[in-house]
């Protein structure tokens, strides 16, 4: 069913101001019609089938297609050779709670419909119909978009220059001394935290979110979030500072080495050679052998050339051609 055209505003407009209000630090929160609308426009698909779209009707053509799989590379359900991310799609999808059959439907009929000879889009585009057909009823409200490598290193950035602190000093965190080492360090790994989304003084470790980010749950927690829960409120009786009860509750309440750990160490990777101060380059000194110039002015390679410099060039010239002169 089509919907009007004044409701299809109305969707628009809506959908836009509520993923604005959800929207901070770096965090991304994103509906499938803002991914729908985006995508539209970036694969140049004639306006009038988004109206179909936002209705919900997928036509089995190329251009239908190939949208799906953007909208899925737009909400980060999968990477560009269509690898799913089961925990971030269902993320948009409202399961019937007395289906508890629903997942393995949806396994099973991608497994059956999903061939990997196919085209990308044509993966992307069966992948999603399972989906909508098996696992549950499709959602229009904003969810988390995890960031990308580039997004979470930009993070880290922001942090550096905030905390002035140095490439150096990251990697050193990075490496054997460790986020727990001094004060300092501490609060980076906290900044981190809180500008990519994962964690806040007020609300302590947000675990969907973590999970989504880096897509390991916490040994045994399931993740639903409760062991972190009970996890972080034993650290804040303690009465730790702000950037030491942070620090604390992702290492001791997560699996900080295998998830944020390894993050940060690939961001360095590609913040590396954004950041570290070029060495210049030296040329090894040659031996000049002494000639009857000896009233030449030498000069130095390191120094810029300036007028003056030509002038007196000029003069020494034409004193060599006066001298050449007399001798003659």
Request: net charge negative.
């Amino acid at each position: 069913m089509l919907l009007a055209p004044w409701a299809i505003a109305l969707l628009l407009a809506a959908s836009s101001t509520l993923a604005g209000a959800l929207s901070e630090h770096s965090i991304v929160e994103k509906s499938i019609v803002q991914a729908q609308q985006e995508c539209v426009e970036y694969l140049n698909i004639p306006h009038h089938r988004l109206y179909e779209y936002l209705g919900h009707n997928y036509a089995n053509d190329a251009k239908t297609k190939c949208m799906i799989r953007c909208v899925g590379l737009n909400l980060k359900w999968w990477n560009g050779g269509v690898v799913l991310r089961e925990d971030v799609i269902r993320q948009y999808f409202a399961p019937d709670p007395e289906d508890r059959s629903s997942i393995d439907r949806t396994r099973a009929c991608i497994d059956k419909r999903v061939n990997s000879k196919s085209t990308l889009c044509s993966r992307a585009f069966e992948i999603f119909q399972c989906y909508r057909e098996h696992y549950g009823q499709l959602l229009n409200c904003p969810r988390t978009v995890p960031l990308g490598e580039e997004r979470f290193a930009e993070a880290i950035h922001y942090c550096l220059d905030t905390l002035q602190a140095t490439l150096a000093e990251f990697r050193t965190y990075c490496s054997s001394r460790g986020f727990l080492d001094c004060e300092r360090s501490r609060c980076l790994l906290r900044c981190i935290a809180i500008r990519t989304g994962i964690y806040s003084d007020q609300y302590g470790a947000f675990a969907m979110r973590y999970q989504l980010q880096f897509g390991n749950s916490t040994s045994g927690s399931g993740g639903d979030g409760l062991e972190q829960d009970i996890c972080t409120t034993r650290l804040r009786r303690e009465g730790l500072d702000k950037c030491t009860l942070a620090a604390r509750v992702l290492h001791e309440c997560f699996d900080f080495p295998i998830t944020l750990h390894t993050a940060l160490e690939r961001s360095l990777i590609l913040l590396s050679p954004l950041m570290e101060i070029p060495t210049p380059v030296t040329t090894t000194a040659t031996t000049i052998q002494p000639t009857t110039e000896v009233n030449k002015k030498p000069r130095s390679y390191n120094s810029r050339i300036t007028i003056s410099d030509l002038d007196e060039d000029a003069q020494d010239q034409d004193q060599d051609q006066d001298e050449d002169k007399d001798e003659h």
